[in-house]
């Protein structure tokens, strides 16, 4: 399945004015808006989402998106690329470093164990909830809520910039990689980490099928467009352009590793994209996706669960 451009693009938007806790007129309020809801309206939300309130399922009611990724997704296909990701830039005692989109902080906390008490981490994030959990995490870091494509800080003010998962949900990555190159100093080093093309990732590429064909097409590009920068080639050329040299591109392998294809498919719909932009999935097409994922990947799951293969481009250039 290919989405236009153009479509691509406007999804991507709607990601980004959530993130940024502007909603779009006429759509559904999001369950993640930047300001923590009382519990009884996170269940109330969680059950127009779908969730059948078994134990688990009760326990989640609970959970914000950002919590959700924090404590679910992170380890689930997250936190295993980190050190391959740092490992490319080499950080050294006493550097500045820009973690750009942030999230909840798992890259920028692994940084600042490499930087020491003389170096300096930055976490910039648009979404105020992720920022707070970074927040709750530690170690002291600065935190700073603001927008990729203008970032708050002066020119040549970092030595390292990274951006793990970020920069394809930005509008306009060209130029949020323009930002990038601008406050690093020269010779600054800037690794980003992109998802291969969505069909390196059997259990995305099947739950954007069953989104297309119980939820609509609106959830499906949502969840298309995580992998819209899937080409080598063209990760170069952005790099490039937006000023960077001696680009390398390479293409890695992982296992991401969930509970079971149904706790795969909740924890996506509420702690991704989809959660973070308020697509709303009830009651029966929620249980007729789980029953088609779950078809759909039965050969991924074992003793231990889901675990499937998926693959990423990890890039490294310099100013």
């Given at each position: 399945m290919s989405f236009r451009d153009s479509g691509t693009s406007r999804w991507r938007a709607r990601a980004f004015a959530f993130g940024s806790g502007k909603r779009p007129i006429g759509d559904p309020p999001p369950y993640n808006s930047g300001v923590q809801p009382a519990p009884e309206v996170g269940r109330a939300w969680r059950r127009a989402l779908g969730f059948r309130m078994n134990h688990e399922a009760e326990r989640q009611s609970t959970e914000t998106p950002a919590e959700i990724y924090e404590r679910h997704m992170v380890p689930a296909m997250l936190a295993s690329w980190v050190p391959a990701l740092l490992d490319l830039l080499a950080l050294k005692p006493g550097e500045r470093v820009l973690d750009?989109?942030?999230?909840?902080?798992?890259?920028?906390?692994?940084?600042?164990?490499?930087?020491?008490?003389?170096?300096?981490?930055?976490?910039?994030?648009?979404?105020?909830?992720?920022?707070?959990?970074?927040?709750?995490?530690?170690?002291?870091?600065?935190?700073?809520?603001?927008?990729?494509?203008?970032?708050?800080?002066?020119?040549?003010?970092?030595?390292?910039?990274?951006?793990?998962?970020?920069?394809?949900?930005?509008?306009?990555?060209?130029?949020?990689?323009?930002?990038?190159?601008?406050?690093?100093?020269?010779?600054?080093?800037?690794?980003?980490?992109?998802?291969?093309?969505?069909?390196?990732?059997q259990g995305h590429h099947a739950l954007t099928r069953g989104l297309e064909r119980h939820v609509g097409t609106e959830a499906a590009g949502l969840m298309s467009a995580v992998f819209r920068l899937g080409d080598a080639q063209a990760l170069q050329t952005l790099l490039e352009i937006a000023g960077f040299r001696d680009v390398r591109v390479r293409r890695e392998k992982r296992v991401a590793r969930f509970p079971s294809p149904e706790l795969f498919?909740?924890?996506?719909?509420?702690?991704?994209?989809?959660?973070?932009?308020?697509?709303?999935?009830?009651?029966?097409?929620?249980?007729?996706?789980?029953?088609?994922?779950?078809?759909?990947?039965?050969?991924?799951?074992?003793?231990?669960?889901?675990?499937?293969?998926?693959?990423?481009?990890?890039?490294?250039?310099?100013?």
């Open positions: 750009v989109a942030c999230g909840t902080g798992v890259v920028a906390r692994q940084a600042a164990s490499l930087v020491g008490t003389g170096g300096h981490v930055v976490g910039l994030d648009f979404n105020g909830d992720m920022l707070a959990r970074a927040r709750a995490q530690g170690p002291a870091m600065e935190w700073r809520e603001g927008n990729a494509m203008d970032l708050p800080f002066a020119t040549h003010t970092f030595d390292v910039v990274v951006c793990q998962q970020g920069l394809q949900f930005f509008p306009d990555s060209g130029t949020a990689l323009r930002e990038a190159h601008r406050v690093l100093v020269p010779g600054g080093r800037f690794a980003v980490a992109v998802w291969c093309a969505i069909e390196s990732s498919v909740r924890w996506v719909v509420v702690g991704s994209v989809l959660g973070r932009t308020g697509v709303q999935v009830r009651d029966q097409s929620l249980a007729a996706l789980i029953r088609e994922v779950d078809r759909a990947l039965q050969p991924y799951v074992g003793r231990d669960g889901l675990a499937f293969p998926m693959e990423a481009h990890l890039a490294v250039a310099r100013t």
